[in-house]
């Protein structure tokens, strides 16, 4: 992750989610039979506003997690697939309900309309010169805060 955009997920922590931060978190771990998957950034936000470490054990039983996924400059299908699917895997590493937070600079209006089966992403523009001034998109579909639910995978497909 470059330094640009460390500030830029830095930046939306500090101006709109309280809690503590951790980097480069680990979502899922390699092995054998699967390649590691990482957060570029994970908030637990009913925990002290701070810094945390990956390497600190966080036991993620029924917690409330943000979860961000950045991509400098305009969105794209990648971003978008690890916005989905990092959700998903920290709910079935227990967390409790998950805020998918797709972090960028620009949207792509071929992708956005995409969105709309997915309700839960969130989609955030930060200002490429002042990371902390970060703007939510709007977009049909996506009226209100949701959040994946442990208890309640939506299917987008029915």
């Known amino acids: 992750m470059s ?3 460390a500030a830029m997920i830095e ?3 500090q101006s709109q989610a309280r809690g503590t931060f951790i980097r480069n978190y680990p ?3 390699r092995s ?3 390649a590691s998957r990482r957060a570029d950034g994970l908030i637990l936000p009913d925990e002290p506003h701070r810094r945390g470490h990956w390497k600190k054990s966080f036991d993620l039983g029924r917690r409330r997690v943000i ?3 950045s991509k400098m400059g305009r969105m794209g299908m990648s971003v978008m697939g690890r916005a989905l699917f990092s959700a998903r895997l920290l709910l079935g ?3 409790g309900s998950v805020r998918s937070i797709l972090l960028c600079q620009r949207v792509d209006a071929a992708l956005l309309p995409l969105l709309k089966l997915f309700p839960e992403i969130e989609i955030w523009l930060s200002d490429p010169t002042d990371p902390e001034n970060c703007v939510r998109v709007e977009y049909p ?3 209100h805060e949701q959040t994946y639910q442990r208890t309640e995978l939506p299917n987008p497909w029915l």
């Open 32 to 34: 054998p039979d699967r």
């Open 11 to 13: 930046g939306f922590w």
């Open 93 to 95: 590493a227990g967390a």
């Open 27 to 29: 979502l899922v771990v």
């Open 141 to 143: 579909g996506n009226g």
């Open 3 to 5: 330094k640009r955009q």
């Open 67 to 69: 979860v961000i996924q």
